[in-house]
């Protein structure tokens, strides 16, 4: 699998990153990070963030992980259909608990196609990182807009780093990832500082 990660939303390297897919590539948009925000604004948001995808050239659909609660047979399938997936920001421990609920965190894992990209942003990153104790600084671990309210301090670790998005950026959680970093480095967490339009490019 190979890995677009950016700090806020496509990033600086956009030619890049479709040189990193097929001719007539089709990939799946997962809006799930944004699901705690309420319904017209995640649905404007949603649509601006698809918009930027396919003005590359690039074939998107919406991929909602909500319809495929419970469904990972399901999804699996649908996956395989893809050339990859983009995953938006938002908060990273409500995005953990859709792929878990919906099944993707296990296909994930298990892909072995070295042509399917994984790309995202942000909370899109982040869950790739072992473990996702040291978002609670900037992220919300309380806020569960499902059924379930567990909350899921591993990440897929697909990744064997803490990815640091909007460091040292005009973003509003700029400050708090800076007291991530301290985190990071009190307890010997393996990190990488991203700042916005930096991308880490991984074939």
Not at 18 to 23: A, H, Q, S, V
Not at 98 to 116: P, Q, V, W
Not at 134 to 141: K, T
């Amino acid at each position: 699998m190979k890995y677009y990660l950016s700090s806020y939303k496509i990033g600086n390297e956009p030619k890049r990153l479709k040189k990193m897919l097929p001719k007539m590539a089709r990939i799946g948009y997962v809006p799930n990070a944004f699901d705690y925000a309420e319904p017209k604004v995640r649905k404007e948001r949603n649509k601006v963030g698809i918009e930027e995808i396919s003005g590359l050239g690039i074939d998107v659909e919406m991929l909602d992980l909500k319809r495929y609660f419970g469904k990972e047979a399901a999804l699996k399938k649908k996956i395989d259909s893809l050339n990859g997936i983009w995953v938006r920001g938002g908060n990273t421990f409500v995005l953990r608990q859709a792929m878990r609920l919906s099944g993707l965190d296990n296909i994930l894992k298990k892909i072995c196609r070295k042509d399917f990209l994984y790309g995202g942003y942000s909370a899109g990153a982040c869950v790739l990182s072992p473990s996702l104790r040291y978002l609670q600084i900037a992220d919300d671990p309380t806020i569960t807009p499902y059924k379930s309210k567990e909350v899921i301090w591993t990440g897929l670790g697909l990744i064997d780093y803490a990815f640091l998005p909007h460091y040292k950026s005009d973003n509003p959680e700029s400050v708090a990832i800076d007291k991530e970093v301290e985190y990071c480095k009190k307890n010997n967490i393996p990190f990488k500082t991203v700042r916005d339009g930096e991308v880490i490019i991984i074939e």
